[in-house]
């Protein structure tokens, strides 16, 4: 199975700050990443899809680039409502399998 | 509204077995491939198993820790999604969420339903 690495595992940023969480696979699975917003006591909502697709909606200081094994996740200008646990998720359909990095949790300082 | 409602979550005893559903509404459900993912208490999201539109051969996959125990299936004539878990385990307890499944992405998904796994 393939494997994702996240880091970091938790972040404290300012309000207005510039923040990045990557995620590493264990193997290619060319742009097969999703980036997913998990707010305390909700289900999660994708945010980005394919490594770089602004799911519609989405707020455009939200993105994603990589690809490969390589991803990374940006917030251009954290906002007070961003506060939640960030997932990487890859696919791969040879055999089937789904795996989520270890999630990221985001603090305001 | 797109919308997505599990139900049957509850408190059953280790080697037990649940059923859990899931209503569609708002979307062309049986177009829709489907999953289940999981969250344990304080713990990251884990992908539970998959189902394809009956277009698309109707056919399952599952996740290693929980093959030969749990089986999904659909009712499109319902809009409805079922989670059968068997043998069930203390490490299964967790909040169950049904999503849809497009191409590599889950894009819609439920509130949840929690499952409690203990003696």
């Known amino acids: ?109 | 509204e797109v919308q997505l409602v599990e139900s049957g979550g509850g408190l059953v005893k280790p080697g037990g077995s649940l059923r859990l559903s899931c209503a569609a509404s708002g979307f062309t459900f049986s177009n829709a491939w489907m999953s289940w993912v999981r969250q344990a208490p304080g713990k990251g999201l884990e992908w539970v198993g998959r189902i394809k539109s009956k277009t698309d051969g109707g056919t399952t996959d599952y996740a290693a820790p929980v093959k030969g125990r749990f089986t999904i299936s659909r009712d499109d004539s319902k809009n409805t999604l079922y989670l059968q878990m068997n043998s069930l385990k203390t490490e299964d307890t967790a909040v169950y969420y049904c999503t849809t499944l497009v191409v590599s992405a889950f894009d819609i998904w439920g509130q949840g339903t929690m499952v409690t796994v203990s003696s």
Request: proline share 6%.
């Open chain 1, 1 to 109: 199975d393939i494997q994702m690495t996240q880091s970091p595992s938790s972040l404290s940023a300012s309000v207005g700050d510039r923040v990045t969480i990557t995620c590493q696979a264990s193997q290619d699975i060319s742009n097969y990443l999703n980036w997913y917003q998990q707010k305390p006591g909700k289900a999660p909502k994708l945010l980005i899809y394919d490594a770089s697709n602004l799911e519609t909606g989405v707020p455009s200081r939200f993105s994603g680039s990589g690809s490969g094994t390589d991803f990374t996740f940006t917030i251009s200008s954290l906002q007070p409502e961003d506060i939640a646990t960030y997932y990487c998720q890859q696919y791969d359909n040879l055999p089937p399998s789904i795996t989520f990095g270890q999630g990221t949790r985001l603090e305001i300082k």
